[in-house]
């Protein structure tokens, strides 16, 4: 059957998601001083000289970039660069103004790319990284503080992003099967054929089958955090190169002057995961509907996305929307067996991404929570009770949650295939912690190449 639903517009492959495919390692010789201070960050935050070497740093000619490549890793040089500076000696002292040698071509850039001028995810989980071997093994090609522990966080990001990958095909097979099953619901009048139906039914069922088992593959992955990260690095270390700049309680309330570009300070949340593709396109296909102010979070967070990737949820969302709500409809209109299996698929889909939420919880109350009440050193009060994002944690963790426990669907048949969704689940964790330790190894390797 043809497919009607074009992924490649969005600069997304099924391989590796929204991953940037074939970063570059570095820019070309121009740029060299932007290629060095980048490399060299790790030392100069040890020993707080990033701000001296940043003043030191000539104006380049952002306009000798070419492509999107060497636009996307001029971005994450900048974005290290700019975190270095500003929390180079924590929360105390913080410069108010980016110097115009990092903010005039930093700002530039980021506008020419339409993502934001500050280390997000974009950066960090989709461009931070080169193969350094054909097998696929690959390294953090900048250093966020702490060492390898730095660069785990870095990895079991990544390692989500790429588990994700995994569900694209299933979800644009998906909007096909609905597709048709929309012209079948208006031929049923006309006697369609129950078994086309049927068939239809059942493919979707078996593709949301593997959307789940990507949604279980993601969670293993997340368990991953705990093997080479402690709270305690996460807490004082790594959090706080993530930052923002703005709003109340922030060391810089008023947000931080990009010389060259604006005398006014610039407000701008820091890098959080929530600025993710992933899990809003999961929301958008199983029509997971968030609260406003949760929304309107959610919505902000796509700025720092790569614009054709927050177009793809944008689509999903709105341009489809009859196609995507048809999944609910489908299986609540009809009331005969065969559709049970597509029930269940939903519904078991639809836990799987509760259950990573609920993980994700338990994640940051064990990194944030109670890091900020156990081993925190105090250096960064401005984010013992926000994340990183500008949320109030929990809260809004738990109402995202919730809006997707909504939307399980009460199974109308009392005889539904229990005992087969049992058999099911068990196959689906072996296959996953197949697939995880593979991952897991890969990962592995990488770091001790380091
Ligand atoms: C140590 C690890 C992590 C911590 C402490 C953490 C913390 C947080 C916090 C505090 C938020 C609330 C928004 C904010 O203010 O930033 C958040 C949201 C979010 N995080 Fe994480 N996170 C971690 C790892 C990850 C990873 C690896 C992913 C993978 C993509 C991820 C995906 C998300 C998403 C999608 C949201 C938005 C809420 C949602 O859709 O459920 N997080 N995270």
């Known amino acids: 059957m043809r497919q009607s639903f074009d992924l490649s517009k969005y600069n997304v492959s099924y391989d590796i998601g929204f991953v940037l495919m074939s970063p570059l390692k570095t820019l070309p010789s121009y740029f060299n001083p932007w290629n ?26 952002h306009s000798q970039l070419v492509g999107h490549r060497q636009l996307r890793l001029a971005h994450l040089q900048l974005s290290f660069i700019t975190a270095g500076y500003v929390w180079q000696d924590g929360d105390k002292g913080v410069p108010q103004v980016l110097p115009k040698c990092v903010a005039f071509p930093f700002y530039n850039i980021s506008k020419e790319l339409g993502i934001q001028p500050i280390l997000g995810h974009v950066d960090l989980a989709l461009a931070n990284y080169h193969l350094i071997n054909p097998s696929g093994n690959l390294q953090c090609l900048y250093h966020i503080p702490g060492g390898l522990a730095g660069d785990w966080f870095c990895v079991v990001t990544f390692m989500l992003e790429f588990s994700f990958a995994r569900c ?13 099953a929309h012209v079948q619901m208006r031929a049923d009048e006309k006697g369609c054929k129950d078994t086309e139906r049927k068939d239809n039914e059942r493919e979707m069922a078996e593709c949301l ?48 002057i990009y010389e060259g570009i604006s005398d006014y300070p610039i407000k701008m949340p820091g890098g959080s995961a929530a600025q993710s593709t992933t899990l809003q396109i999961l929301d958008a296909l199983l029509g997971v509907e968030h609260t406003e102010d949760k929304r309107a979070f959610l919505v902000h967070m796509r700025s720092f996305m790569p614009p054709d990737h927050c177009r793809l949820i944008v689509d999903l969302e709105q341009k489809r929307p009859h196609k995507l709500r048809d ?87 009392a005889q539904s295939k229990k005992s087969q969704g049992k058999l099911m689940s068990w196959q689906k964790v072996a296959v996953v912690v197949a697939i995880t330790a593979s991952m897991a190894v890969g990962a592995i390797k990488l770091l001790k190449y380091k």
């Open 209 to 256: 089958d593997d959307i789940t088992l990507a949604v279980q593959n993601m969670e293993a992955s997340l368990a991953r955090m705990h093997d080479n990260l402690d709270a305690k690095m996460f807490f004082n270390v790594i959090r706080p190169f993530l930052g923002g700049w703005g709003g109340e309680g922030n060391a810089l309330p008023d947000g931080l």
């Open 36 to 61: 060095e201070l980048a490399e060299s960050l790790p030392k100069l935050m040890r020993e707080k000289k990033v701000r001296e070497a940043v003043r030191r740093l000539p104006l380049l000619d």
């Open 327 to 413: 999944l609910g409809n489908l299986i609540l209109a009809n009331d005969d067996l065969a559709i049970q299996e597509l029930y269940e698929a939903y519904n078991n889909c639809v836990s799987a991404l509760v259950h990573l939420r609920n993980y994700h919880i338990q994640i940051v109350t064990k990194y944030v929570i109670q890091a900020s009440q156990t081993v925190n050193k105090g250096n960064y009060e401005s984010l013992d009770k926000k994340g990183t994002g500008g949320t109030s944690l929990i809260p809004f963790l738990k109402d995202i949650r919730s809006d997707t426990q909504k939307k399980i669907m009460p199974i109308p048949h």
């Open 168 to 180: 694209l095909k299933h979800l644009v097979r998906i909007l096909d099967l609905l597709e048709v």
